[in-house]
């Protein structure tokens, strides 16, 4: 990550952000990066880093985080709820990011439009990513309901 010049943060980013999806305040990260490990969109998105960007919201880096494209990426697959040991659930906070990003400006009406055209491509990227980390071992029995019915027989 560049270095973070404090002039172009904003200190209550943090706190916004809780409040938006229904908490005192976003819990500690330990950055231990589970959740960016278990997260399928990073299999194919090298830029796409949960950990990252709930870091950039700690350090009030709203402008940079409201402005990226990568707020987008995720697919609510909640993958990284599960293995994250502070509860984080990132799908909410995406969401709030992109709720806010639309509210403040920081895209246009023909840009959403786009994203609803290619959400059923994402969640089916998703899935397709999620299958191969099950196919490889790399993860247990899990909630997943989308991908637990693809591998139940397996
Ligand atoms: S899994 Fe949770 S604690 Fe670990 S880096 Fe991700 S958000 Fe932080
Ligand atoms: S909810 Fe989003 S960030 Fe978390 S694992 Fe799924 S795609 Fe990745």
Redesign the pocket.
Known sequence: MKPVDLKDTDPDFKDLVAEKIGLEVI??????????G?CPVRGVVEDFD??RM?HMIVLGMKKELLSSDLIWFCCFCNS?YE??????R?SRVAKELQNMAVEEGYVKDDFLKGMEEINGHLQDLCRRTMFKKVEKGFWGPHKMSCWQKITKDK
Do not use: D, L
Request: glycine content about 10%; proline content about 14%.
């Open positions: 819990k500690p990260c330990y950055t231990c990066g589970s959740c960016t278990a949960p950990r709930i990284c293995v994250c040991p502070q509860g984080i990132f």
